[in-house]
């Protein structure tokens, strides 16, 4: 019982840390997400002016100054209307029409849009956000927001040995509770003797708890002291009716085994001597084939 007992707590134990340890990577990914977001979204708001991106030297300065304030790589891009890459600050030159991207369009009907997607060229997230500059453009800013296994593959060592550290700690605190758990059964069953015997309660360290049991089989024993005194009663009369008759008495079962002789009937055989300890046989108290038969 004490095995299984420290298994399901440990089990259990277990899998409330292995869950834990992957909500907290979700949780850190979702907080890390957001505030990449955050962060560019700030950006642009402080420098969307249009005058800072209306010539390639303002857009040089506007890029220079804002990675410098940065520690982290961002791409400038500025699409115009018919969905064509007009500067890009990670290539020169981008053919691909960029119309039907969801924060593109967005941002011409509402003013800004936004959107995340998953990026093969570099495999990760990549996190895009649009302002209108004027009527025929708009400014997109980008940057890589580490995908979910790549937060796995950063704080896997660190969960790794979390979780070793709580495995410890669990088991430890298992082992401890197990025992803590069947210390007052272990020492109920101990004094489960002076309980029979009906020793005073205050003699007996019992929990309230197990006060209900204890008392329940301070009651089943007196009902079966109660049932054996009436037995024995019973057989007295039996054995002081049959020890007074004249009539011999004898009382087999199916084995032929004697359970109860009256003294007349040792006398009536003629083995006066025999006494009646235990499990005996018909046969250890005469060979007489003619009583023999007669019983059988």
Same mark, same amino acid.
């Given at each position: 019982? $004490?095995?299984?007992? !420290?298994?399901?707590?440990?089990?259990?134990?277990?899998?409330?840390?292995?869950?834990?340890?992957?909500?907290? =990577?979700?949780?850190?990914?979702?907080?890390?997400?957001?505030?990449? *977001?955050?962060?560019?979204?700030?950006?642009?708001?402080?420098?969307?002016?249009?005058?800072?991106?209306?010539?390639?030297?303002?857009?040089?300065?506007s890029v220079n100054n804002i990675l410098k304030s940065v520690d982290y790589n961002i791409r400038f891009t500025i699409i115009n209307k018919d969905g064509n890459v007009i500067h890009d600050s990670w290539k020169d030159t981008i053919n691909e029409s960029h119309k039907n991207r969801p924060e593109v369009v967005e941002a011409f009907e509402k003013g800004f849009g936004d959107d995340t997607r998953y990026s093969d060229t570099i495999s990760s997230d990549?996190?895009?956000?649009?302002? *209108?500059?004027?009527?025929? #453009?708009?400014?997109?800013?980008?940057?890589?927001?580490?995908?979910?296994?790549?937060?796995? &593959?950063?704080?896997?060592?660190?969960? !790794?040995?979390?979780?070793?550290?709580? @495995?410890?700690?669990?088991?430890?605190?298992? !082992?401890?509770?197990? $025992?803590?758990?069947?210390?007052?059964?272990?020492?109920?069953?101990?004094?489960? #003797?002076?309980?029979?015997? &009906?020793?005073?309660?205050?003699?007996?360290?019992?929990?309230?708890?197990?006060?209900?049991?204890?008392? =329940?089989?301070?009651?089943?024993?007196? *009902?079966?002291?109660?049932?054996?005194?009436?037995?024995?009663?019973? $057989?007295?009369?039996?054995?002081?009716? =049959?020890?007074?008759?004249? #009539?011999?008495?004898?009382?087999?079962?199916?084995?032929?085994?004697?359970?109860?002789?009256?003294?007349?009937?040792?006398?009536?055989?003629?083995?006066?001597?025999? &006494?009646?300890?235990?499990? $005996?046989?018909? @046969?250890?108290?005469?060979?007489? @084939?003619?009583?023999?038969?007669?019983?059988?």
């Open positions: 019982m $004490r095995k299984r007992l !420290f298994l399901t707590i440990l089990l259990i134990s277990i899998i409330a840390s292995t869950i834990t340890c992957i909500m907290t =990577t979700y949780v850190y990914h979702g907080f890390y997400a957001n505030n990449a *977001k955050e962060q560019l979204k700030t950006i642009v708001n402080l420098t969307a002016e249009p005058h800072k991106w209306d010539s390639r030297e303002s857009i040089n300065s990549m996190y895009y956000y649009a302002t *209108k500059l004027n009527d025929e #453009e708009v400014l997109r800013l980008s940057r890589e927001i580490s995908s979910i296994n790549k937060v796995f &593959e950063y704080i896997m060592p660190k969960l !790794f040995v979390l979780f070793i550290f709580i @495995l410890i700690v669990v088991y430890t605190v298992s !082992f401890i509770t197990a $025992r803590k758990i069947l210390k007052p059964i272990n020492e109920m069953a101990s004094s489960l #003797e002076d309980i029979l015997t &009906e020793k005073s309660k205050d003699s007996i360290q019992i929990y309230e708890e197990f006060e209900p049991i204890s008392n =329940t089989i301070r009651d089943q024993k007196s *009902k079966i002291n109660g049932y054996i005194n009436e037995l024995k009663e019973e $057989r007295d009369n039996i054995s002081f009716i =049959t020890g007074n008759m004249k #009539e011999g008495f004898i009382l087999l079962n199916h084995n032929k085994d004697i359970l109860s002789i009256n003294k007349s009937a040792k006398l009536m055989i003629g083995n006066d001597e025999f &006494e009646l300890k235990g499990s $005996r046989n018909i @046969l250890e108290l005469t060979r007489n @084939l003619e009583i023999i038969d007669k019983i059988d």
